[in-house]
């Protein structure tokens, strides 16, 4: 051993503070921790944004079905001058593609309109998971009293597949109604009515 | 709990060299404290790469090595030399005395890790070769050269 040597190996010892250890291992869980919530974070932020930015693609969905079966439906219900049309239906394996339109004959100022839930003929109530949410709206342009409607139209999916994609559906349609008196002078709002649509489905035999 | 406390009395062994190692590399304690325990959370992570072909010690110095050099990389800052305590350990006759310390602390970071790692730690140049992940001769002739740089800086 050499004069280097014999000077290194004399430098003291030092000794570590306590439980650098045990600060590593709680290190290590909080960021292991972090890194799984920031993950699922990002998943979940993730999935908010697509579903906020995504274009309505149920009626693609709908028009790419492999084996569709299109059944047209054609009921009609009413609130308050509020038109809900169911038009058609585009099964596919035991998933339902139904298309509605609606319009306003009146002049609320403002109808939000949301599937709820569909019933079928073997009674099974389905909750919507998948549906265009519609917004309404009536317009007054300044050189005159003219009301502007319009039409709007969406889809609602669902999954069962024990359903016979000819028998009966009924349809719940929830509507948020703001009329324009309430929204110009104030009032109460609400409550939201429940349209509900039958469809008595087709008899093939 | 249970896995924690058997955790806990596996890795302690290596706690005092890890330590060590960061202060004779220069840092000071609590630094040396921080990069020790970020070197333990690194093995906790790296655990399933351990391959066995070197002694646990060896690989837990590779990992200390490694965020030493990152923390230099970083840039955040350079060790001053006048930082180093000074602990004079010799004397020559007829010139000024330098610190061991300062010494090694005047070397570049190669010759100063492979002198830590071999003399102070006293690791046995195969276990210095897994750390540095070199081969033993590589790990032979740093040390060779190390040393002769010390003894120029430390030496009359």
Known sequence: MDDVERALRDLPEESPPPAIVLAAVRTFRYRAIATVAAIIAGVLLLGMVWNAIRPDNLGAEAASARNPTVVPILEVAEYDGIMIEVTEMVWDDGTGYLR??????????????????????????????????????????????????????????FDDPDHDPWGALSFEIELQVYPLEIVLEGGELGPFPTLTIRYEGLDLR | MEESISIETEWAQYQAPVYNFMRRMGLDQPLAADLAQETFVRALRGTHRYRGDASVRAWVLGIARNVFREWLRSGRREIPVAEVAERPVREPAGAEPVDVERALARLDADHREVLVLRFVLDLPSREVAAALGITDDAARQRVSRAKAEFREVWGP
């Not at chain 1, 309404?136 to 009293?145: H, R, S």
């Not at chain 1, 319009?150 to 889809?155: L, M, N, Q």
């Open chain 1, 100 to 157: 509605f339109l609606a319009w306003d004959t009146g002049i609320h100022a403002e109808v939000m309109i949301e599937p709820v839930a569909i019933t079928t003929s073997e009674g099974e109530r389905i909750d919507v998971r998948f549906r265009t949410s519609l917004c309404l709206q009536n317009y007054t342009v300044p050189d005159g009293p003219h009301i502007e409607r319009r039409t709007a139209g969406g889809w609602i999916k």
